[in-house]
């Protein structure tokens, strides 16, 4: 299924309660964006998480949807709220909330790209903030919950695997792990978006597939871990950042050599975690 906001990838049958999503890999990029904003398009570019939608690409194949965002982070940002409104961007808004990642330009509509470079050379209109959340993001958000409600439905439970990629800079004063940085940074909000039980399975899951495994630190986890992670209700929400060198060329936003490698490294992940969702489906529906 693919419509303005997202591309959802569905598999024959659901099988498992574990869902995937994409929200930053978006590359369609408006051209009247792209005439407005002062960056070239590879400067927009280097917001996006890139090629992470081809990372997990094999959800379907193992009873999961992915649901992956078709605009790109520098135009609507899918992990941020409706009222995460930048008033340094938006004409016509009022006092910006006491939000950090609007003070940094990292709202729903962003300010500037990764390094602080700015999109715009001054402020775009309330109504076309308006418009971008009402054409792109709630559709995005719309889909993400029936996909979480159904999995409630049928399997008892939701598992949200929200997955993202890291700046390699993003990890210069992480503390080494084994001799080296974490390639990937899970983030649970520090227990409250996921049970211990599901983020200590995937972290072993990243970790037997030959990652160094974080958790929280830098990223702990924003909008759509915060809003979907329910662990009393029956839901649970992880965020997964891969750091963007482990995949692709940061500088020219390619893929590495080694790409096909990699993917199929991330399939097996997808694989080893739907499975692991299917068994707690399982357990759930004897108990």
């Given at each position: 299924m693919t419509t303005e906001s997202f591309v959802l990838s569905e598999p024959?049958?659901?099988?498992?309660?574990?869902?995937?999503?994409?929200?930053?890999?978006?590359?369609?990029?408006?051209?009247?964006?792209?005439?407005?904003?002062?960056?070239?398009?590879?400067?927009?570019?280097?917001?996006?998480?890139?090629?992470?939608?081809?990372?997990?690409?094999?959800?379907?194949?193992?009873?999961?949807?992915?649901?992956?965002?078709?605009?790109?982070?520098?135009?609507?940002?899918?992990?941020?709220?409706?009222?995460?409104?930048?008033?340094?961007?938006?004409?016509?808004?009022?006092k910006a909330p006491n939000n950090p990642r609007v003070a940094s330009g990292l709202g729903v509509i962003p300010r500037v790209v990764s390094n602080g470079r700015p999109i715009y050379?001054?402020?775009?209109?309330?109504?076309?903030?308006?418009?971008?959340?009402?054409?792109?993001?709630?559709?995005?958000?719309?889909?993400l919950q029936l996909l979480v409600d159904q999995?409630?439905?049928?399997?008892?439970?939701?598992?949200?695997?929200?997955?993202?990629?890291?700046p390699r800079e993003a990890l210069e004063n992480v503390p080494v792990i084994r001799g080296r940085r974490p390639d990937v940074v899970l983030g649970d909000r520090f227990g409250a978006s996921a049970s211990p039980e599901v983020t200590d399975y995937v972290a072993q899951v990243f970790a037997d597939a030959g990652f160094n495994v974080a958790r929280n630190m830098p990223f702990a986890g924003a909008y759509v871990v915060q809003t979907y992670g329910r662990p009393p209700r029956g839901q649970h929400a992880i965020q997964v950042e891969i750091d963007?060198?482990?995949?692709?060329?940061?500088?020219?936003?390619?893929?590495?050599?080694?790409?096909?490698?990699?993917?199929?490294?991330?399939?097996?992940?997808?694989?080893?975690?739907?499975?692991?969702?299917?068994?707690?489906?399982?357990?759930?529906?004897?108990e």
């Open positions: 024959q049958v659901r099988s498992t309660p574990v869902i995937f999503a994409s929200p930053h890999s978006g590359n369609a990029y408006p051209a009247d964006f792209l005439e407005m904003s002062v960056q070239n398009p590879l400067q927009l570019r280097s917001s996006e998480d890139a090629f992470v939608d081809r990372l997990f690409s094999a959800a379907p194949d193992h009873g999961a949807p992915l649901l992956a965002a078709k605009l790109p982070r520098a135009f609507i940002d899918l992990n941020r709220g409706v009222n995460e409104l930048d008033p340094a961007v938006i004409d016509g808004m009022g050379n001054g402020k775009i209109p309330l109504a076309e903030a308006h418009r971008r959340i009402s054409r792109y993001w709630r559709p995005y958000h719309d889909r999995s409630r439905n049928r399997f008892g439970e939701s598992i949200l695997i929200d997955c993202h990629s890291m963007r060198s482990v995949y692709m060329d940061e500088d020219r936003i390619e893929p590495r050599d080694d790409f096909d490698q990699i993917h199929e490294t991330i399939s097996n992940v997808v694989k080893e975690v739907a499975l692991f969702g299917a068994a707690r489906a399982q357990r759930l529906a004897a």
